[in-house]
């Protein structure tokens, strides 16, 4: 989408004419640009906040001759979307998250135990260690009381 779009989205969203939806459109951007120009943060609810950043001065390299260049500070804008619309982009998670806020929707998550805990960890451990020297420290790490699932888990993931 590009300015005219833009321009031919709220005309027809606001019923006004071109020429009122462009002065408006105007009158929005030069508004941010004015005021993120002054230092000051543009939050827009339920679509994002512009954020002035400032990049100190520093040295960099010429990529063909690798001589050292001088790069002047400079200040720049930084936009962060707002939850609506990261929603909007991910609709997945959006559902996801709403269901995990409402706390209905999702079956009961059960409580593992201690021990049920280490096992899934010496799992994972076991998984990653590439050999059986590897996989017997991994056990050993997780302590006696998941000793026996954690050998079990790192002779189970041996390479067949």
Known sequence: MNKADLVEAVRSAADLTRGEAESAVDTVVSEVMSAVSSGERVTVAGFGSFNPSSR???????????????????????FAPA?????T???RT???????????GQKAVAKKSAAAKKSAAAKTLAKKASSQPQKKQAAKTLGS????A??????????R
């Open 56 to 78: 100190a001065a520093r040295t960099g390299r010429n990529p063909q001759t690798g001589e050292p260049v001088k790069i002047a500070a400079s200040t720049g804008v930084r």
């Open 150 to 159: 954690s050998k079990k888990a790192a002779k189970s993931t041996k390479k």
């Open 94 to 104: 959006a559902k996801k998250s709403a269901a995990k806020k409402s706390g209905g």
């Open 145 to 148: 009381k998941g000793g026996a």
């Open 89 to 91: 982009l991910n609709p």
């Open 83 to 87: 939850t609506a619309f990261k929603q």
